[in-house]
C-alpha cells in the first residue's frame, strides 16, 4: 500500500518534470526558428544592395511558415502586402519588435 502510494506520487512528479521539459524545449526550438528567421530577414532584405531576388522571397516565405505562428505571419502578410515604402517601413519595426518579443518569452 504504501510503496503503491509512493511510486503514484513519483509518476506524478515525473510526468509534470516531463511536461515542463517539453515545454522548455518547444520555447527553445521555436526560439532557434525565430532567430534564424530574423538574422535570414536582417541579412537578405534589411541589408540587400538591390531587390530582393524570387527565390529569397521564396526563402523568406517558407521560414515563416515553419514559425507557425499566427501573429508573425499576419506581419509578414502585412509586409508583403505594403504598397509604400513608409508603410513597408513600420511593417519592418511592427515585424522585428514581434519577432524580439518572441525571443523574450
Given at each position: 500500500?504504501?510503496a503503491t502510494v509512493f511510486f503514484g506520487l513519483q509518476y506524478?512528479?515525473?510526468?509534470?518534470?516531463?511536461?515542463?521539459?517539453?515545454?522548455?524545449?518547444?520555447?527553445?526550438?521555436?526560439?532557434?526558428?525565430?532567430?534564424?528567421?530574423?538574422?535570414?530577414?536582417?541579412?537578405?532584405?534589411?541589408?540587400?544592395?538591390?531587390?530582393?531576388?524570387?527565390?529569397?522571397?521564396?526563402?523568406?516565405?517558407?521560414?515563416?511558415?515553419?514559425?507557425?505562428?499566427?501573429?508573425?505571419?499576419?506581419?509578414?502578410?502585412?509586409?508583403?502586402?505594403?504598397?509604400?515604402?513608409?508603410?513597408?517601413?513600420?511593417?519592418?519595426?511592427?515585424?522585428?519588435?514581434?519577432?524580439?518579443?518572441?525571443?523574450?518569452?
Amino acid at each position: 500500500m504504501i510503496a503503491t502510494v509512493f511510486f503514484g506520487l513519483q509518476y506524478f512528479t515525473l510526468t509534470q518534470e516531463l511536461s515542463e521539459i517539453k515545454t522548455t524545449q518547444s520555447k527553445v526550438e521555436l526560439n532557434g526558428k525565430v532567430i534564424d528567421f530574423a538574422s535570414m530577414f536582417i541579412t537578405k532584405v534589411l541589408q540587400a544592395d538591390q531587390e530582393v531576388d524570387f527565390e529569397t522571397r521564396l526563402s523568406l516565405e517558407n521560414a515563416v511558415r515553419g514559425l507557425e505562428d499566427e501573429e508573425i505571419m499576419a506581419e509578414w502578410q502585412h509586409f508583403v502586402g505594403s504598397k509604400t515604402e513608409a508603410e513597408a517601413q513600420e511593417s519592418v519595426k511592427d515585424l522585428l519588435e514581434i519577432l524580439i518579443g518572441k525571443i523574450k518569452k
